[in-house]
């Protein structure tokens, strides 16, 4: 039982050897293309697209038509009319061209109705002068359904960074969970060797019985402590396999095989005082849209404030034979007005623009908020990071003196100068100091995923 229980630990690390490591940049770049997180966030972008399309369509050529006949009475006159008007983008007014002709006879009250044989063609426009000249209803939805679509952009950037992190460290705990399981697998594999030594030992007679019996004890202790890491790696790879998709989208848990054997590395970004204003946070950016929202508010309720003042123009020609209406109809015509009007009281504009000073001024103290909690953040996480290197070479000294400890009093052991007591003391101690290394490396690895993630450095988030 023990050989064979040698031989498969002996087969399962000679096994990644031959299968392709799983780094974080594969993990990294399958979690931003099929991470249902953000193609939830990209379908919310979508979205914001369609409303932005829909907000283009008050500016879309439209078409009107119109018929009317008398069936009956003394009157027998018919009128075909059609019209397309297009909204001008740069203004609050509209350009327009109609066609017009109409049969039969009208009453004096309808004269305008008359047209040539081949009726009347009309081209005209209006242009607003005060109210709606720099901003109108139309044009403002438009600015607020693009501000919605960067709010969502940045919202999806945000949730993938969100992601991106939390795939890191699902990575940094499979690895660190794998290099335990090869920690107690060593371990393991000590005793067992040492188990056929001992065994020949007693053969010989150099050894009492009952020192074979105590390291059998030790084994099943240490297959205990192997079989609890081995149940943490598979718990971690199913973790992992949330970030880990195929090409399909489909969860991958990765294989043992594919374990690294070490941590990766990521690099720590520039620091400095000013690193809030130079980092591209997307909840930073999400506020300065929102301001520029605000400011499309303010200035509609700006425009509600001033008075209409509206200047028409339009030019007909009726074509074609002389028609019942007579001569007059044939000359071009050429014509211009104005519209007047003006608010008196006007408290619901000044109420929204009251409104939209406070949230501009709200949003300013955010980001200054913001600002602060990133420095702060960040400044925390830089502490973390340098300590976490400190911590690690203390670490790995210890794991060194540790293991040359081991070392020495296995020999002293095969020597017979030292009992099996304070060697298996020695091979735990060299074990533990081992796994506190690893634990120093998984943090080091942690509070740099922290940093890039707070930093929001896309290359090595995968973005």
């Known amino acids: 039982m023990i050989r064979l229980i040698a031989i498969v630990a002996a087969v399962f690390v000679a096994a990644p050897a031959a299968a392709q490591q799983l780094t974080l940049d594969e993990v990294l770049r399958s979690s931003a293309t099929h991470a249902p997180a953000i193609l939830e966030a990209i379908t919310r972008e979508r979205q914001a697209d369609g409303r932005r399309l829909s907000a283009e369509g008050a500016f879309d050529l439209l078409f009107e038509g119109d018929v009317q006949s008398r069936l009956a009475g003394y009157y027998d006159g018919t009128v075909v009319e059609g019209k397309a008007t297009r909204p001008l983008a740069s ?113 010989l007679g150099a050894r009492p019985q009952i020192l074979g019996t105590e390291n059998r004890q030790n084994i099943v202790r240490r297959q205990t402590l192997l079989v609890r890491a081995e149940q943490d790696l598979a718990a971690a790879a199913n973790a992992l396999s949330f970030y880990l998709r195929d090409e399909n989208g489909e969860r991958l848990v990765p294989a043992a095989e594919r374990l690294p054997d070490r941590f990766p590395e990521l690099r720590l970004p520039a620091l400095g005082p000013d690193l809030a204003r130079r980092i591209e946070r997307p909840d930073l950016e999400a506020i300065l849209v929102r301001l520029d929202q605000v400011e499309v508010k303010r200035l509609l309720a700006e425009n509600d404030l001033r008075p209409r003042l509206d200047i028409r123009a339009e030019a007909a020609k009726d074509v074609g034979p002389i028609g019942l ?111 506190r290394q690893l634990d120093a490396e998984y943090r080091r690895s942690a509070a740099r995923a922290e940093l890039v993630a707070a930093t929001v450095d896309r290359a090595q988030l995968g973005l």
């Open 91 to 203: 203004n609050g007014g509209y350009v327009f061209g109609g066609y017009r002709v109409s049969r039969g006879d009208f009453p004096v009250y309808e004269d305008k109705a008359f047209t040539n044989r081949l009726g009347e063609v009309k081209v005209g426009a209006v242009f607003s002068l005060m109210r709606d000249r720099l901003i109108d209803e139309r044009r403002g939805r438009l600015g607020l359904a693009g501000g919605d679509i960067n709010l969502a952009r940045l919202d999806r950037e945000m949730v993938a960074i969100g992601v991106q992190r939390r795939a890191i460290d699902a990575y940094q705990s499979w690895v660190v969970a794998g290099m335990r399981v090869r920690v107690y697998r060593d371990l393991l594999s000590l005793a067992t060797e040492r188990q056929a030594s001992i065994e020949r030992m007693i053969a």
């Open 325 to 435: 209406g007579g001569s007059s109809r044939t000359p071009a015509e050429g014509i211009v007005g104005l519209r007047f009007s003006l608010p008196l009281e006007r408290r619901a504009a000044r109420g929204k623009i009251a409104e939209a000073a406070a949230e501009a001024d709200g949003l300013r103290l955010r980001r200054k908020l913001i600002e602060d909690q990133i420095l702060v953040e960040v400044n925390g996480l830089a502490i973390q990071a340098t300590t976490a290197d400190r911590l690690l070479g203390l670490a790995v000294d210890e794991t060194a003196l540790a293991n040359r400890m081991a070392e020495a009093e296995r020999r002293r052991f095969q020597l017979g100068a030292s009992d099996f007591i304070v060697v298996n003391l020695r091979e735990e101690s060299a074990a533990d100091a081992r796994l």
